[in-house]
Nanobody, 119 residues
Framework: QVQLVESGGGSVQAGGSLKLSCAASGYIFSSCRMGWYRQAPGKERELVSIFNSDDTVTYTDSVKGRFAISQDSSKNTLYLQMNSLKVEDTAVYYC?????????????WGQGTQVTVSF
């Protein structure tokens, strides 16, 4: 069973930085596609950043140049460095692992960590 535990969220003023971490367990880290999603109040959950199958990275347009995803396979940990934070970045951030499960793939989610950006 895949388990994901996020940490690093909090409250920060606009222009500040936060670094989120996602500790993964229960599977081989390198076999899954890892990414970050977020959900703001009253909005759909959206992709923030994800490692593609060819090891390239995708970012949603609104965070390009400000956020950076990284991973440390030796620690089974995924990171999201968030710089120049904006009020509109306020959301619950979720770690996601898209992993082989039987003959198909399955999404696994962490519990989420709140990021609040204020003026």
């Amino acid at each position: 069973q895949v388990q994901l535990v996020e940490s690093g969220g909090g409250s920060v003023q606009a222009g500040g930085s936060l670094k989120l971490s996602c500790a993964a367990s229960g599977y081989i880290f390198s076999s899954c596609r890892m990414g970050w999603y977020r959900q703001a109040p009253g909005k759909e959950r959206e992709l923030v950043s994800i490692f593609n199958s060819d090891d390239t990275v995708t970012y949603t347009d609104s965070v390009k140049g400000r956020f950076a995803i990284s991973q440390d396979s030796s620690k089974n940990t995924l990171y999201l460095q968030m710089n120049s934070l904006k009020v509109e970045d306020t959301a619950v951030y979720y770690c996601n692992a898209f992993c082989p499960s039987g003959y198909s793939y399955k999404h696994f989610w962490g519990q989420g960590t709140q990021v609040t950006v204020s003026f």
